[in-house]
């Protein structure tokens, strides 16, 4: 398939399919509503093929990328869903404590677009650590659809509980230094708010992808630093981005917020045709010195 780019669709069409991706309308609702968007014979389920994830491109590093190594790994989440199971990437050559990221998926699972992001933190130095929230129910299933459908099964609190125990298993690990960082995106992103308010003395550093805000009353409990991802044309998530910010200053939180013009919700997501190459780069780099500004001190 070859690779479009979010210009090369209607923004409205951009933003169906971002209330489909996100459960806000049913595939049926999609497809009808998508036909008024087909032209020169192309259907509009393959519209929707087009704008879904080609999760082959997901490979920035490879898994046999000899710089890292990697395993899967159970650890206990009492609150949760009691076992829960995660992919751990660490660097080949490491000698000493490492800082540690939790990186938290979407609304589909440990995909293979985020195993790459945390194979993308191992080769920068980290510890990384990516759960998959759908393990008590076999593990991401191998298609997106499939993925949101088994994660809407579960409940959000017992959810952000599982999120939670890794975080705290990562601060207590012997190879890693005592405070943790967390990066997430879209669902992910609204998780690393949640952490940095729910586990203040243990998230040190929380990067947020347009992810949803927690209330001014929450926001007042975060002690750690923020770096904020937003997509101006995601005006979900654009919504209460003001108010977050107002509420971030006046509880005196240490914040930096970013806002990329002119490119769509998921766009550091390099398997969809919203990913933009510019902002992405841009903004990983700025996480990666982030994490190394606040975590590798």
Known sequence: MNRKAATDFDQELLDLYDDYAHDRIERRDFLDRARKFCVGGITAAAL?????????????????????????????SPEGAGQM???????TDAKEKLPAVLVVHENRGLNPYIKDVVRRLGIAGFLAFGPDALFPLGGYPGNDDKGREMQRQRKDDEMLADFAAAATMLSKRTDTLDHVGVVGFCYGGGVCNALAVRLPEVIKAAVPFYGSQPSAADTAKIKGHLLIHNAEL????????????????EASVDFTAHVYPNVNHGFHND?????????????WKRTIDFFGKHLKA
């Open 48 to 76: 929707l093929q087009t704008l879904s994830p080609t999760y082959a491109w997901a490979d920035q590093v490879p898994e046999d990328d000899q710089r890292i190594e990697s395993q899967l790994l159970k650890y206990d």
């Open 234 to 249: 995601d005006k979900r998530i654009m919504g209460g981005a003001a108010d977050y910010e107002k509420a971030l200053k």
């Open 85 to 91: 199971q995660g992919y751990l990437v660490k660097p």
């Open 271 to 283: 398997t969809t045709p919203r990913y933009d190459k510019e902002a992405a780069e841009l903004a």
